[in-house]
């Protein structure tokens, strides 16, 4: 099943995706994840969790669906995120936009981006989700290709040690 986290991974590393669909989980042990959780979880940055057929929508606002981020690292990654959440709320027959919300690197101030489910995005997620399938159906993950990024990954032993 394909999930928020799917979609994002997706774009971050596709071998993470295949072994975190995987059920090949190496993050309880990452400080950016141990990080992510505690901006959800202290009262200034507070997030009520919304889940529904296996994703967890940080927020839902009258007007927004809000997806809350630690950094601007992975900022495509994030808005695909929000534009799947969007599209299976359409499927449910609520429309709304999407905001996402980047702290800073002081953590007060954010930075806010409006996200809208147009029909050309729609179009391209939906090749996305194709791609997703097909990848994650293989027998094995994809090949890892190493990035300055992959130190600080969960991951990285398990693709390149």
């Given at each position: 099943m394909v ?5 994002n ?7 993470k995706?295949w072994?975190f ?10 400080e950016?994840?141990r990080i992510?959780k ?7 940055t507070?997030v009520?969790?919304?889940s ?12 927004y669906?809000?997806e809350v981020?630690?950094?601007?690292s992975d900022?495509?990654a994030a808005k695909?995120q929000?534009l ?12 709304k ?6 702290f ?5 101030d954010?930075k806010r981006?409006?996200i809208e489910l147009?029909?050309?995005?729609e179009?391209?997620?939906?090749e996305?989700?194709e791609d997703i399938e ?11 290709k ?5 130190r600080?990954?969960?991951?990285y ?5």
């Amino acid at each position: 099943m394909v999930t928020g986290t799917i979609i994002n991974y997706y774009f971050v590393c596709p071998t993470k995706m295949w072994l975190f669909a995987h059920k090949i989980n190496l993050e309880d042990n990452s400080e950016d994840v141990r990080i992510g959780k505690v901006l959800h979880e202290i009262s200034e940055t507070k997030v009520d969790e919304v889940s529904f057929e296996g994703i967890k929508v940080d927020k839902i606002t009258k007007d927004y669906v809000v997806e809350v981020k630690k950094s601007d690292s992975d900022i495509e990654a994030a808005k695909w995120q929000l534009l799947y959440y969007l599209y299976i709320l359409k499927q449910k027959g609520i429309e709304k936009k999407g905001r996402l919300e980047v702290f800073e690197k002081n953590r007060q101030d954010k930075k806010r981006f409006v996200i809208e489910l147009t029909a050309e995005n729609e179009k391209k997620l939906l090749e996305i989700l194709e791609d997703i399938e097909r990848i994650l159906s293989s027998e094995t993950p994809p090949k890892p290709k190493f990035e300055s990024k992959c130190r600080k990954c969960a991951y990285y032993e398990y693709c390149f040690l």
